[in-house]
C-alpha cells in the first residue's frame, strides 16, 4: 500500500470511528470493500488487523471494524469475498483470509426439525416469532433455546432481554452456527464484551465469526482461548500468538517504565486531564 492509499485507509478509519449507528457504519465498509479493487480492500483489512492488535490511535476504530464484521460480511457478494480471500492468500495475509473465509462451523452440527421440550408447545414458528417480539419475562428463558434464527434475532431485540440471557444462547453448545451468527450480527450486543468472549469460547460458532472476535479478547483471557481444547486448532494458534505479541508489548513498556528516562507519574503535568482508553 503506497503513501496516498495509506493516508486513505487511515481517513477511513478516523471516518468510521465518528459513526455512531453499527448498520450505517457497517453499510459504508461494505461499500469500500465492494468498490475497490481486491488488493486494496485486502490490504486494508491488513492494516485494519494491525492496528487492532496494536496501541496506537486507530486502534479503537479498528476493533470497531472487527466487532462489526459479521453484518460487513453479510453485505458482500460472494464474488466479492472471494476475490479478495485469493489476493489475501497470495500475499501471505493469513488474517485477511480468515475473515474471509466461507464461516463453516468449527465442529459438525446437526439441525434441529422440532423445538426441544424447553420451547412453548403447540406453538407454530409463526407464534413463536411474535412471542418473541413482545415477550414476558416468564417465558424468555423457554425461548433462548429456540432452534430458529428468526426466533432468536426478534429476542436479541427485545427490551426485556438481559446480557445474562443473551450469554446463555452464546454459550449454547451444541447449537446451529446460524444461532450464533444471529448473536454476533445483533449491535445492541455486540458491544458487550462477555458477549464476544462466549462466542470465541464456543466451539459451534463459525471460524470467520471467532477469528474476527479473538482479536478483541484482552490479554488475560486469551489463555482460555487457546487452552480450550475442543476449540479450532486455527482459532486457539491466532490466540496463543496474540497472547505472545501483546505479552511482549507488555514486556517493553513495563522495562520502559522502569528506565531512568521514565518521568515518574507525580512529574506529569498535573493539566494533562484523565487519560483516555
Not at 450505517?24 to 486494508?44: D, G, H, N, Q, V
Not at 490511535?57 to 469475498?81: H, Y
Not at 478483541?216 to 480450550?228: A, M, N, R, S
Request: net charge positive; charged share 30%.
Amino acid at each position: 500500500m503506497d503513501q496516498t492509499d495509506s493516508f486513505t485507509a487511515y481517513e477511513l478509519l478516523g471516518r468510521l470511528r465518528a459513526l455512531l449507528d453499527p448498520c450505517a457504519r457497517a453499510a459504508k465498509i461494505a461499500t469500500f470493500i465492494s468498490e475497490a479493487p481486491a488488493r486494496r480492500a485486502a490490504l486494508w483489512l491488513e492494516m485494519v488487523c494491525r492496528e487492532a492488535r496494536g496501541d496506537g490511535p486507530m486502534r479503537d476504530a479498528a476493533r470497531l471494524v472487527l466487532s462489526d464484521w459479521a453484518t460487513v460480511k453479510g453485505m458482500l457478494t460472494p464474488r466479492t469475498i472471494s476475490e479478495a480471500r485469493v489476493i489475501a492468500e497470495e500475499l501471505g495475509l493469513d488474517p485477511v483470509a480468515q475473515l474471509l473465509d466461507n464461516g463453516k462451523p468449527q465442529k459438525g452440527y446437526r439441525e434441529e426439525t422440532e423445538p426441544s421440550p424447553s420451547h412453548p408447545r403447540g406453538l407454530t414458528l409463526g407464534e413463536r416469532r411474535a412471542l418473541a417480539r413482545r415477550i414476558s419475562p416468564r417465558i424468555i428463558e423457554r425461548l433462548l433455546m429456540d432452534p430458529d434464527p428468526g426466533v432468536i434475532r426478534r429476542l436479541l431485540w427485545n427490551p426485556r432481554v438481559t446480557e445474562t440471557e443473551v450469554l446463555k444462547i452464546a454459550s449454547r453448545n451444541p447449537v446451529s452456527p446460524s444461532i450464533l451468527r444471529e448473536v454476533a450480527l445483533c449491535p445492541r450486543w455486540m458491544s458487550r464484551y462477555r458477549v464476544k468472549l462466549a462466542l470465541v469460547l464456543n466451539p459451534c460458532c463459525p471460524l470467520s465469526v471467532s477469528l474476527s472476535l479473538v482479536k478483541l479478547i484482552l490479554h488475560q483471557d486469551l489463555p482460555t482461548v487457546f487452552e480450550k481444547e475442543d476449540l479450532n486448532p486455527q482459532l486457539r494458534e491466532e490466540a496463543r500468538s496474540l497472547w505472545k505479541k501483546n505479552g511482549e508489548g507488555i514486556f517493553d513498556h513495563l522495562r520502559g517504565m522502569s528506565s531512568p528516562n521514565a518521568i515518574p507519574d507525580q512529574e506529569a503535568d498535573s493539566t494533562s486531564g484523565v487519560r483516555c482508553k
